[in-house]
């Protein structure tokens, strides 16, 4: 399939564009995430990485269901960094405290959602991959918490959703088949522990590079 090729060729191109740099000092331009990015991001206090896969909730809204899983190497952990709805960001700038975006699933084009439906574990709000070729609507929208002026590579955020003020987390639960050990991943209302993330292994635009083509984006 093209989407498994665009994935394979973006696990390989790994070794050739700058991932991640600890010597790189905190003033580097490369020490940012930048629009564009297609990155793994992990929950820091359960050790599980943001995952989707073509199966939907079997309750709720019924859409494409979104967990944490604890393998490094699943290339449904794959998500771009994107701007919100009209108001694209330019690729290869870094996106800033507080700025809005989109976070879509690379292997189904879906965007990164939350709405007023329960989740199915913990009961918390659901969060599901929504939308069709990377559009979906207004609540694809999340907000990045951080300190100081830019999205550091190595620091922990939090993602507020924009249009219902819930942040994404996990607290542990775990699913069943046909996921079995995969865990629940959801919106909480308030800040906590559970709503921290960082990004992991990744590719990072850089102004001066010529963009990723992945035509289902």
């Not at 955020?157 to 924009?162: A, S, W």
Request: aromatic share 8%; charged share 20%; net charge negative.
């Amino acid at each position: 399939m093209e989407i498994i090729a665009a994935v394979r060729v973006v696990v390989k191109s790994l070794l050739f564009v700058l991932l991640w740099s600890n010597g790189d000092g905190k003033d580097s331009e490369h020490s940012y995430v930048t629009c564009g990015s297609l990155v793994k991001l992990l929950n820091t206090r359960h050790d599980v990485r943001l995952h989707s896969h073509d199966v939907k909730y079997g309750s709720g809204s019924g859409q494409q269901s979104v967990t944490g899983v604890e393998s490094a190497d699943d290339a449904n952990s794959y998500w771009q960094i994107r701007g919100k709805p009209k108001y694209p960001c330019q690729r290869g700038t870094a996106i800033k405290c507080g700025q809005s975006i989109r976070i879509t699933h690379m292997k189904t084009g879906r965007n990164l959602h939350t709405h007023h439906f329960s989740s199915p574990l913990s009961n918390n709000q659901e969060v599901s991959a929504f939308g069709e070729n990377g559009e979906g609507d207004d609540l694809d929208v999340w907000a990045v918490q951080c300190e100081g002026l830019h999205w550091e590579r190595d620091e922990a955020v939090r993602f507020k959703h924009v249009g219902t003020d819930v942040f994404l987390s996990v607290t542990g639960e775990q699913y069943g088949h046909p996921i079995r050990g995969q865990r629940e991943v959801h919106g909480m209302s308030s800040p906590n522990q559970h709503n921290w993330w960082r990004t992991m292994e990744g590719v990072f635009i850089q102004p001066s590079q010529e963009p990723l083509r992945h035509d289902e984006l």
